[in-house]
């Protein structure tokens, strides 16, 4: 049987259709249930097909006002910004079958198939941040067996678990550089690959200290280009009134992949071994990297995908492309010089350094102390480390909300920054000092110190890491790989120098 598609010549609402008009396509009670509903959406944008031959005309003074016949069998209402043959109808009628003379139903699956392109990205990007913290925090759990089963001490574990940070901070600027010229998606891509599968050999070279440090470093180098990739995409995508919620819902998946990793390792270190987790993280990693394969192509071939904040478009063609001269005339292009001599971008340097201090070096050795100080076994331990990135999940989420509310009402944007920087810094300050005092206090008060302080350290989402894109949208990505090379530094120094200091004081003050 012959397939028509329905466009705006045959079809109208009103009262001077005909009624053979409207009853020629939908049967009547099919009509009675859709009409009203697809008379009432003025923005409505759909494609019928019909198992009918014929099609009956109306004339062009019959037509509803305001309607339009559009491309590929649709209709174009008058106000859309761009004329796109997507129907409400598609989602729940579905195309007619080769031989088929019945309209099919055909449900919207899956159900983030019609959200807008930068949701999706936003998303995709958040769940990988989830990965890249799983996979950050799996030794930090593991090295306690591993610690046992090798027999390293502190200042070994320490250089075990810095050397992940060795890689981070020598990705930092080819990442932002990177993302700048092929684009934050194919840079993230590449990141989570290279993590993933560097994750996975870890229990294949951990008798062997060279391979494991090279394993770890480039660990590293994949998740160091990951921020970089982040804030390129979130900066091309993402309008201003958003752009916290975005970088908070990005950037917060660190926490809940902290949480989710300090939940899942210790039952599957004692029920698998140690070697489990990596495996099992970095098979997460891969499939992730499969999936986004799909999402992307879907995107893609959306015809809503547009960009929001900036009328540039860098091309991911351009990894074709692009010669190596282009490459290296492109890095002569971004302005070094005047970055370097900012005075704010000097100051985002020294708040990147001083807050990656605190939070890698209780990132790393938090399980630790838990374990010795509070004399808690390694589940114990990792359920109780569970608690700051726990509580910094839900301290993000008030975070962002507040800094975007006092944007929106009209607050100086650099203000907003600092106010949430100020946050920040001096609510762990205070807390971990009166944690390393001897104040007489109960452990769990110990504990609930040190999860409050490092929970509103998380104000930092929504003041250092917008204030990149509220810089310069274009460079946002070259900017951040500045400050996080130096803010990687404290992985490097910090955490080697923290096992250094056990050994030699065999105090945690």
């Keep these: 049987m012959a397939r028509c598609s329905l466009r705006a010549d045959n079809l109208c609402f009103g009262p001077r259709c005909p009624s053979a008009t409207r009853s020629s396509f939908l049967p009547s009670s099919f009509g009675a249930r859709w009409s009203s509903r697809l008379a009432s959406k003025s923005g409505a944008k759909f494609r019928v097909f019909s198992s009918i031959k014929e099609r009956q005309g109306v004339k062009e003074s019959e037509r509803p006002k305001g309607v339009n016949p559009g491309g590929a069998g649709g209709l174009r209402v008058d106000g859309l910004e761009k004329a796109e043959v997507v129907s409400g109808f598609e989602g729940a009628l579905g195309e007619e079958r080769e031989g088929g003379g019945e309209v099919g139903l055909n449900w919207r699956w899956p159900p983030w198939k019609n959200l807008p392109q930068r949701y999706k990205l936003i ?29 390293w001490n502190s200042s070994v574990a320490g250089l075990v678990q810095s050397s992940f940070f ?31 599968l560097s994750t996975a ?101 959306s015809t809503a995908s547009r960009s929001i904040s900036r009328s540039e478009d860098i091309s991911t063609n351009n990894s074709i492309t692009s010669s190596l001269g282009d490459l290296a005339g492109n890095l002569k292009d971004v302005p070094w010089k005047a970055f370097f001599e900012n005075q704010a971008v000097q100051a985002m340097i020294y708040v990147h350094f001083c807050g990656s201090w605190g939070h890698y070096t209780c990132l790393s050795w938090l399980p630790t102390y838990f374990s010795e100080e509070l004399d808690l ?80 350290s998380s104000f930092a989402l929504s003041g250092l890491y917008c204030t990149h894109q509220d810089m310069s949208p274009e460079y946002a990505s070259i900017l951040l790989g500045i400050t996080n090379t130096v803010g990687a530094v404290p992985g490097i120094v910090g955490v080697a120098l923290t096992g250094y200091l056990l050994d030699s004081t065999h105090s945690w003050s």
């Design 377 to 456: 076994n390694l589940t114990e331990a990792a359920w109780v480390s569970i608690l700051p990135p726990l509580a910094s999940v839900f301290v993000t989420g008030v975070a962002s909300q507040f800094a975007d509310n006092l944007i929106a009402n009209g607050v100086e944007i650099t203000k907003v920054r600092k106010i949430c920087q100020t946050i920040a810094f001096l609510s762990p300050a205070v807390c971990m000092t009166l944690s390393s005092i001897d104040l007489g206090l109960a452990p769990w008060e110990v504990v609930g110190i040190l999860t409050g302080g490092l929970a509103l």
């Design 123 to 151: 998303g995709t990007t958040s769940l990988a941040f989830v990965i890249c913290n799983m996979d950050k925090v799996n030794l930090s759990i593991a090295i306690i067996p591993m610690s046992h089963q090798f027999g």
């Design 166 to 196: 060795w890689g981070y901070a020598l990705s930092q600027l080819p990442g932002g550089w990177l993302a700048k010229i092929f684009g934050g998606r194919e840079v993230l891509k590449f990141g989570v690959l290279v993590w993933s």
């Design 201 to 301: 050999l870890v229990p294949v070279l951990a008798g062997f200290m060279p391979g494991l440090v090279l394993s770890r470093i480039l660990v590293g180098i994949g998740e160091g280009v990951s921020p970089s990739a982040a804030t390129d995409l979130i900066a091309r995508s993402i309008p201003l009134e958003e752009r916290s919620r975005a970088v908070a819902f990005v950037f917060g998946g660190l926490s809940v992949g902290s949480v989710t990793g300090l939940l899942l390792a210790p039952p599957l270190i004692q029920n698998f071994g140690w070697e489990s987790v990596f495996y099992i993280f970095g098979l997460l990693g891969i499939g992730w990297f499969a999936g986004f394969q799909l999402i992307k192509e879907e995107s893609e071939g």
